[in-house]
């Protein structure tokens, strides 16, 4: 049973530029969330998917975008990259009716220089 | 912005001593959640109590609640070096609904020497 996968694991991009990370859920799973977590930082929420719509947004600008597939799997894009955009981006998947827990993917690592 | 804050930001620990992390958050919860991270990795869930709990085990885990005070404190007895991680906690507000948005502390840094 695979568990919550991101690709890539490592990402450097330019500022100004923009960015698309990858997620698929564990398998079962039809809720899709994103954190952004900085350096030292806890996890910081940036959006929720569920049946293909964004149910719910932290304080994000809306540069940060996302999309989720009838498979479940999503992206989120970055666009007009900033330095500050730095960051440690995390995947959780759960199921809309089932436990609380969440389930974390291993991250994907984005450089902005 | 970060919903809570762990107390202490680190802690240093000789391997089988007990550690205690410490939570405190602002807003009425749902539940609080306590993940674990090895170097800037993924989470890991390790215990969730509810806001009707005051206190859970597991292994040897103890989760304590106090919404009164709007704090937490997550036991780790008989620590282990594998134990070394950073560990956070996390609630989910009320108004979260069902959309079961997680707001997480800053994080204390664990680091249990063998």
């Known amino acids: 049973d695979a568990g919550v996968t991101q690709s890539p694991t490592h990402l450097i991009k330019t500022r100004g530029q923009q960015v698309t990370l990858r997620c698929s859920p564990k398998s079962g799973h039809d ?7 900085a350096l030292g930082q806890g996890p910081q929420f940036i959006f929720q998917y569920y049946e293909e719509e964004e149910r719910q947004r932290g ?12 498979n479940y799997s999503s992206e989120l894009n970055v666009n007009a990259l900033l330095l500050g955009d730095s960051a440690l ?16 993917g291993p991250g994907t690592r984005l450089t902005v220089t | 912005s970060q919903q809570g804050e762990e107390d202490p930001q680190a802690l240093s620990i000789q391997e089988g001593e007990n550690a205690t992390m410490n939570c405190s958050y602002k807003t009425s919860i749902n539940n609080l959640q306590w993940y674990r991270q090895n170097s800037g990795r993924g989470l890991v869930h390790l215990i969730l109590i509810r806001s009707n709990e005051r206190e859970k085990h597991s292994g040897r885990l103890r989760v304590t609640l106090d919404t009164s005070k709007k704090s937490s404190s997550l036991l780790i007895t008989a620590s282990r070096a594998a134990d070394t991680a950073s560990y956070f906690c996390a609630t989910e507000p009320l108004s979260s609904g069902s959309a079961r948005q997680l707001t997480f502390g800053s994080g204390t840094q664990l680091t249990v020497l063998p």
């Open chain 1, 31 to 37: 809720t899709v969330s994103w954190y952004q977590q």
């Open chain 1, 59 to 70: 304080n994000f600008p809306d540069r940060f975008s996302g999309h989720q597939f009838p």
């Open chain 1, 89 to 104: 981006y995390l995947c959780a998947s759960s199921l809309r009716a089932g436990r609380v827990e969440q389930y974390f």
